[in-house]
């Protein structure tokens, strides 16, 4: 009912669940039929009982949706003449029907927000459904629904699969056998089964897999080019899997894929790839491996303003208005209209929208004045345009000019910016082995096979042995035949190629049958010591990108309240030295790192204390005192100084006792 590998890391694990495939969610039915229909079928109603009746050791009570009906003396002939009748289609497919013999009752239920899935139904031994109905179902002679008017499959929910004996395979079906699977592969949900040879993993890994699957850059529609999302990513030159799996071809992975096939040495290489880091080659970087592009969009809205007066698109500066220096080259892609025009490239700081709000927004200008008197009225208007703030250029990709509901003009501007792979952007294969990028080395550097291939990626053999991903390892020898014998190969959950089918592939290729490869180093010209396991696996490039994360900063803007720097990348925010980090300088007695970091470089403040009452005072005298004579300035943090005011203003008096330092 519930995929076993599709949820969370962390708190909600487990808490959220996803559906594995095949289920279906029940809708709320008619309870008045199926009461009829139970006291047809023998059902004593409960009106009509007395307590002695009720409690008989041989009288089942009948429940429908948790309300009692009666009572019935035959629970097991009333549950399967009420299955026929299911399975005949005179009821609603989805109701179900169970015995709970340790309450000694029969539960009918019609609710809606069931979970249930079909299976074969099996009578004899033998199920129901035959070559010659799949035959009928292939030539589109029959559909599902026949199947469940014709009584070949049924679906259950968890209260009737308790009572059902279910054989996974046809050939493990016996006497007491009630049902057969229709897939195993369908305990599986839709991202799960995107993974190939799941069932050779560690279950964590599938699990990790499902979380960075939904991260996957790739094509997300056939109108993505058509969209303004707020957010996009792309892959330019997405690839359907070398290795697929029948769950890819039924949600449609294949036709909008979301990776590429990498070819993947794995050896040690350069010391730049310890710690998952992946090795890239420089060639299949500039042919395209890993590309994608980021669509985001900016929105300026021209507000109207209770007083009459509004938000306007002023014209692009020209002549005189022109701004020289730095900031001349603001205005330069605005077009006539005052919004940069399409395809034009933007760099940071440049003016996107050149939008103009009124200064004057207290001036009360009644809405329906004459016309005759509108030339009276001066707006004065200052500059507030909408400005591209991305570290990186980028082009403006599409305009659209519309209204928001309370008719105010929205103008969306989509840019779009074309990432190649760098140092630290992360990438992953089908099996939860993530990494980033440690080092893109020139192809004549990278190893090469005697067939003249150069790998697209280069993996630490270290990420094998406590991962226990050996699905990856049959991944790449199912590809690596799939590519030499040219047809796609299945890495489905609970069958796919066989490894030994494969091994014969690679040996009837000229190849070695467990995947290695002879390689020469492309730095000596030598070849390597030892053969390197070598050939296709499915990478991902994740949305995680290095440039969407690195931040630095010196000085720059500060919080209002207790003058210390603001918070977070977007506000071009400080980098926190926390308790911690505190705890550590502290015990190495680095007092003098400790005051620059948490006071000098935050908040230092000068304030006038006085040494006679201990108070703060203003401008070298005190108030208390009423007298300059004591007074002396001191640094502090500017918050322990608002702490100080803020305990003054609850009448609690704080006083420095200050001596010689």
């Excluded at 799996?245 to 990776?259: F, R």
């Amino acid at each position: 009912m519930l995929c076993p590998a599709d949820t969370p890391e962390g708190e909600a694990c487990g808490l959220v669940k996803n559906l594995a495939l095949m289920t279906h969610i029940t809708t709320d039915d008619e309870e008045e039929p199926l009461r009829r229909l139970a006291f047809n079928l023998g059902v004593e109603d409960v009106s009509s009982l007395t307590g002695s009746e009720l409690y008989q050791p041989n009288s089942y009570m009948v429940f429908l949706n948790g309300l009692m009906l009666g009572i019935t003396r035959q629970p097991t002939e009333f549950v399967k003449d009420f299955r026929s009748l299911r399975r005949c289609g005179r009821i609603s497919e989805f109701v179900s029907i169970y015995v709970n013999h340790h309450h000694t009752a029969v539960h009918i239920a019609s609710d809606g927000g069931r979970v249930c899935r079909p299976l074969i139904i099996v009578e004899n031994q033998k199920p129901k459904v035959t070559s010659e109905h799949i035959k009928k179902l292939k030539q589109e002679r029959m559909k599902f629904a026949d199947f469940l008017e014709q009584g070949l499959v049924e679906y259950l929910d968890v209260n009737e699969e308790n009572d059902s004996n279910i054989a996974i395979y046809e050939r493990e079906i016996i006497l007491q056998t009630t049902h057969l699977e229709i897939e195993p592969f369908t305990i599986l949900g839709a991202v799960a089964g995107l993974i190939p040879y799941p069932h050779h993993n560690q279950s964590p890994r599938n699990t990790y897999q499902c979380a960075m699957g939904k991260q996957a850059i790739g094509a997300i529609a056939y109108n993505q080019l058509r969209r303004i999302d707020t957010l996009l990513y792309l892959m330019v030159y997405p690839q359907q899997p070398m290795v697929k799996t029948k769950t890819i071809e039924l949600v449609g992975y294949d036709k909008l894929p979301a990776g590429q096939n990498a070819i993947v040495a794995v050896m040690s290489y350069s010391g730049y790839d310890i710690e998952d880091a992946l090795v890239l080659n420089r060639a299949s970087v500039d042919r395209g491996f890993g590309r994608c592009q980021v669509m985001r969009k900016h929105v300026a809205l021209m507000k109207r303003y209770s007083n009459g007066s509004f938000d306007r698109i002023g014209d692009p500066p020209v002549g005189a208005e022109l701004q020289t220096g730095p900031s001349a080259e603001r205005f330069n892609i605005l077009e006539k209209d005052g919004i940069a025009g399409v395809g034009e490239r933007v760099n940071p700081g440049q003016v996107i929208v050149n939008r103009h709000t009124p200064t004057n927004l207290n001036a009360n200008i009644p809405i329906n004045m004459p016309i005759a008197n509108a030339p009276a009225i001066q707006f004065t208007w200052k500059h507030a345009p909408l400005v591209y703030k991305s570290p990186e250029p980028g082009y403006i990709d599409k305009v659209c000019i519309t209204t928001t509901e309370q008719e105010q003009t929205l103008i969306k501007t989509l840019i779009r910016q074309t990432r190649i792979p760098e140092l630290g952007d992360k990438f992953s294969s089908r099996h939860g082995q993530k990494g980033v990028c440690g080092i893109i080395v020139p192809q004549e550097d990278m190893p090469f096979s005697d067939a003249g291939i150069c790998p697209d990626i280069i993996m630490n053999p270290h990420g094998f042995p406590s991962r226990m991903t050996v699905g990856k390892m049959i991944e790449l020898l199912a590809g690596k035949a799939g590519v030499l014998k040219g047809e796609l190969q299945y890495g489905t959950a609970f069958g796919g190629s066989k490894v030994e089918d494969m091994s014969k592939i690679l040996i009837e290729h000229g190849y070695n049958y467990s995947g290695k490869d002879y390689l020469t180093s492309g730095i000596t010209g030598e070849p390597l010591s030892a053969y390197i396991f070598f050939g296709p696996v499915y990478y991902q490039k994740l949305k995680h990108m290095v440039v969407d994360k690195m931040h630095a900063r010196a000085r720059g803007p500060r919080a209002v309240l207790t003058r210390q720097p603001t918070e977070g990348r977007s506000r071009d925010g400080g980098l926190r030295l926390g308790e911690m980090e505190r705890d550590c300088l502290v015990g190495y007695g680095a007092s003098m790192l400790l005051m620059e970091r948490l006071m000098i470089s935050s908040d230092q403040f000068d304030v006038h204390v006085c040494e006679q009452c201990g108070l703060l005072g203003y401008r070298g005298w005190c108030q208390h005192c009423k007298s300059s004579k004591h007074m002396v300035t001191m640094q502090m943090p500017y918050a322990a100084k608002l702490l100080f005011q803020e305990l003054q203003s609850m009448n609690i008096s704080p006083r420095l006792v200050l001596e010689e330092f």
